[in-house]
């Protein structure tokens, strides 16, 4: 489904986030992407999702090279993926159930739809009795879950998560992540970029370990080593 063949991302003054990845990810995987502060997981992410575009190297999504995409045609690529962030990004004015529509109001389909969607999605992540709060009145594992929630109502295969317990303690971190780890068993592919070692040691995922931008370790049921 997704695959990097030699891909380097430089920035100015030869600074080298990533050097000459190459890797598989397969329809339905879990994969997480480890790795300390700087060694480029963050890079690796935003490449994905087109936030960021490689130096050289070919990045592949079922079969698109994305690498040097058209800037017109990258909201449609976004529309075939779900992507959560660390710092939620809702809309703080809007409530739980216009935070998750946003992202399907312009598609032109029916209100109905739009609803069934909605619930649909903030049921996966166990909001429903949430719809009509603001995110002012949600602790921060809540409002993860509503990212959650906005990342699934277009029924992505590709779920992108970077960093999404970042801001969140264990407990909660841990909620978020059998989440994510639910969505992944109904068939979705998902990518986490995480620095937590206790979430990635219990799951037992792939674990893909960067360094200064290198590929270090890509382990089947591996921890954080």
Not at 60 to 87: E, T, W, Y
Not at 102 to 126: C, F, M, P, W
Not at 171 to 199: C, F, P, Y
Request: glycine letters at 8%.
């Amino acid at each position: 489904m997704i695959t990097f063949q030699n891909v380097t991302k430089r920035y100015k003054n030869d600074n080298y986030a990533l050097k000459n990845i190459s890797l598989e990810i397969h329809s339905g995987e879990f994969v997480f992407i480890v790795g300390a502060s700087g060694a480029g997981k963050s890079t690796l992410m935003k490449l994905l999702y087109c936030e960021e575009k490689p130096t050289c190297g070919i990045i592949s999504i079922g079969g698109l090279n994305i690498a040097n995409i058209a800037n017109n045609k990258i909201p449609n690529l976004r529309r075939c993926m779900g992507i959560v962030f660390q710092d939620y990004k809702l809309l703080q004015n809007q409530t739980v159930f216009d935070n998750v529509a946003y992202v399907i109001r312009t598609q032109g389909i029916s209100s109905k739809e739009i609803n069934d969607r909605v619930n649909g999605a903030l049921k996966i992540v166990g909001l429903h009795d949430k719809i009509y709060a603001k995110p002012s009145e949600l602790s921060g594992g809540e409002q993860q879950r509503v990212g959650i929630a906005r990342a699934l109502v277009n029924g992505p295969p590709l779920l992108i998560a970077d960093e999404p317990t970042g801001n969140l303690d264990p407990k909660n971190s841990m909620e978020i992540m059998q989440i994510l780890d639910e969505i992944n068993k109904r068939g979705i592919t998902v990518i986490v970029s995480t620095h937590d070692q206790a979430i990635v040691d219990y799951f037992r995922k792939r674990v893909i370990t960067l360094d200064n931008g290198e590929i270090i370790k890509d382990r089947q049921a591996g921890t954080y080593e």
